[in-house]
């Protein structure tokens, strides 16, 4: 069921001049970046415990934090459409809307915390309620439909949720949106490990989940980055949020394959 994804790298892999590996390779070959050498130095290579250690101490050092009123305006940088400098693209409804809709009324867009705020019950305070690798701008009614649920799939259609789907205990982003969703989450995970006054946030099994600081359901979160693999969107904006705003980086998007290195 990979196989796709391994010739996907040697093609990749000819290009930048390397040894292909062989077709047969699993989803544990490793990608490439620019920052391999330098950024991620001592994190590539290792998998388990040991790489999600090496990327907390990589993601958690010299962060530069935003306050919650900060975030709009960040959120118009790091979402801006690409083919309309005045939009931003709405997580879950993949609507471009004018950035000066922000707000709280119905046609607006709201700051959406992919990581439900209250699971683990952060709030909005600097940190991880000010996070901008999982804030997102959302259209305030599919926001509100979101709300504090756990991803999973099934359900039924969102009201101009663009494919977005729900149920009573679950929400499944549109398809587009599905492997951005899950590598938020686990580049929260690994970024918050109960070490700075927060909740240690860690994916599990189930929905319902609550005000606990789990997120569900991992299992379909896997599939999900499998099947959405980063796009040129999801990279900028990670490249922005590290050039501009906190100078840290989701190591998901950068190496979507230490997402099965990890769990
Ligand atoms: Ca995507
Ligand atoms: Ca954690």
Do not use: C
Request: aromatic fraction near 8%.
């Amino acid at each position: 069921m990979h196989r796709w994804k391994s010739v996907a790298l040697a093609t990749a892999a000819v290009l930048v001049g390397l040894t292909a590996p062989t077709l047969t390779a699993t989803p544990a070959s490793a990608t490439t970046t620019a920052y391999d050498a330098t950024y991620y130095k001592n994190a590539v290579g290792k998998t388990g415990t040991s790489l999600k250690s090496s990327l907390h101490t990589i993601i958690s050092t010299n962060v530069t934090k935003i306050s919650y009123a900060a975030v709009w305006n960040a959120l118009m940088a790091t979402d801006q459409d690409p083919n309309n400098s005045s939009n931003v693209i709405l997580l879950y409804s993949g609507v471009s809307r004018a950035k000066s809709l922000n707000g709280g009324d119905v046609g607006d867009w709201n700051r959406e915390h992919t990581w439900a705020k209250s699971h683990g019950d952060f709030g909005e305070a600097i940190g991880p309620g000010t996070d901008l690798h999982h804030l997102r701008p959302a259209d305030v009614q599919v926001n509100s439909i979101r709300g504090n649920l756990d991803f999973d799939n099934g359900g039924s259609a969102v009201t101009n949720g663009g494919g977005s789907t729900v149920d009573s205990d679950s929400f499944a982003p549109r398809a587009a949106d599905r492997g951005d969703v899950a590598r938020m989450i686990l580049y929260m995970a690994v970024r918050y490990e109960g070490d700075d006054g927060f909740a240690d946030l860690e994916p599990n099994e189930k929905v319902g989940n609550g005000s606990n600081p789990y997120m569900g359901k991992l299992s379909v979160l896997k599939a999900w980055s499998e099947a959405d693999p980063p796009s040129a969107f999801e990279e900028k904006r990670n490249q922005v949020i590290y050039d501009t705003y906190q100078h840290n980086r989701n190591p998901f998007i950068d190496h979507p394959e230490w997402v099965e290195a990890i769990w």
